[in-house]
């Protein structure tokens, strides 16, 4: 047998060996089921300035809930004097709100925390920083999307270091439209306070939005993209309100958010277990090695509101709606044609005619609020 023959049958015994002996790789980072505070927030030192801080859980990768937030937990803000602020929990989804504040732009101020199973947590003491205001917002739509951009610039050059968030309303319509409203089994005229098809939506933006200007001679920030509604998304199906939030960052704190910024992109959300171990400025105090993720500032905000409504976008196509909405006609009561009876409890009336039979609907179909929205219009729509 040549060389070469005697070579090739060599090569191709060892890939065998080395597919029959593959295992699976799955990492620490995937299984290990540490479950560490995230504190997501800064301090506002506006005047009346209201302070918002997220808590939540860190998760593992194979998790399929979104986020785990810290409910029950006791926040407040302390300035160097010992002088409290409490946080109030908004809801049940970890976020923790002050009334209006006005707290010192030269003072120091640091957040403490203790959780619902009496573990306390405390940042460093931080310097209010002032941030400069936001010049413009603008969008563009792209190939991908429509792209959300920001310009800023600070004339004494003391920022560089900028964080952003944005706050997006949505209007959206249930698939059908009804007058009727629907209960115990008896149809009634719904009042225009009560209507149920157009709804509004409020979340907050995904991910970690950062920007620095300290490579460059001016403090100025040029089109920086804050953002990228996916093409034919729905929250544009007819207009979206985009509240943009802006403040300064410490160095330090800009760099801590980059590292996270860039675990993120890697292995998913804020959330998700980090695979290197951060030094931020908030700390465990009952247990000094137990990390926490995040990094308090205290700040002051600056915001700026832009519309974008369907008409200005270019064949922003929408899919069909999600559910089956089928029509069902029922004979109209003899005695009182109010009183319905439904094929089941997920119907509801929806178009009546004198001359004909009454028309149901999936209650999914004619209420709005079911998808998850709320029917009243925010006040500065």
């Not at 006791?74 to 209006?100: C, H, M």
Request: contains cysteine; hydrophobic residues 35%.
């Amino acid at each position: 047998m040549r060389r070469f023959e005697k070579l090739y049958i060599i090569c191709a015994l060892l890939l065998l060996f080395c597919i029959q002996c593959k295992k699976a790789y799955d990492p620490v980072v995937l299984t290990q089921g540490d479950s560490y505070l995230v504190v997501d927030g800064f301090i506002n030192t506006s005047p009346g300035g209201i302070t918002n801080i997220l808590l939540s859980r860190t998760k593992n990768l194979t998790d399929t809930v979104v986020t785990i937030p810290e409910n029950g937990a006791n926040v407040q803000i302390a300035d160097a004097a010992g002088v409290t602020y409490t946080l109030f929990a908004t809801g049940f989804d970890g976020t923790y709100s002050s009334g209006p504040l006005t707290l010192s732009s030269a003072g120091k101020y640091k957040i403490v925390i203790t959780t619902s199973n009496n573990r306390m947590y405390e940042s460093d003491f931080v310097a209010a920083k002032q941030t400069p205001a936001i010049d413009s917002v603008g969008w563009r739509q792209e190939s991908e999307g429509v792209n959300l951009y920001v310009n800023t610039h600070d004339p004494s050059s003391n920022t560089r270091y900028y964080r952003w968030q944005y706050v997006q309303t949505w209007e959206y319509h249930s698939q059908l439209e009804t007058i009727w409203g629907f209960t115990n089994g008896l149809a009634y005229l719904r009042t225009p306070e009560q209507q149920v098809h157009v709804c509004y939506v409020t979340k907050l933006s995904p991910g970690i939005l950062i920007g620095s200007s300290a490579s460059l001679a001016q403090d100025i920030i040029s089109n920086q993209l804050i953002g990228t509604i996916p093409v034919y998304d729905t929250t544009l199906q007819y207009r979206s309100s985009f509240l943009i939030n802006q403040y300064a960052l410490t160095p330090a704190a800009y760099f801590y958010w980059q590292i996270i910024q860039k675990n993120s992109q890697q292995l998913g959300t804020l959330f998700d277990l980090q695979p290197s171990q951060l030094e931020g400025n908030l700390h465990c105090i009952t247990n000094s090695n137990e990390p926490v993720v995040g990094f308090m500032t205290a700040t002051t905000l600056q915001q700026k509101r832009i519309f974008i409504n369907n008409a200005d976008l270019q064949n922003w196509l929408i899919p069909a709606g999600s559910y089956n909405c089928s029509v069902v006609d029922v004979p109209q009561n003899p005695v009182n044609f109010l009183i319905v009876s439904t094929p089941d409890d997920s119907y509801a009336p929806w178009y009546y005619v004198s001359a004909g039979p009454l028309k149901l609907a999936k209650k999914v179909c004619l209420d709005c609020t079911l998808s998850g929205g709320v029917n009243v219009k925010p006040a500065f729509w």
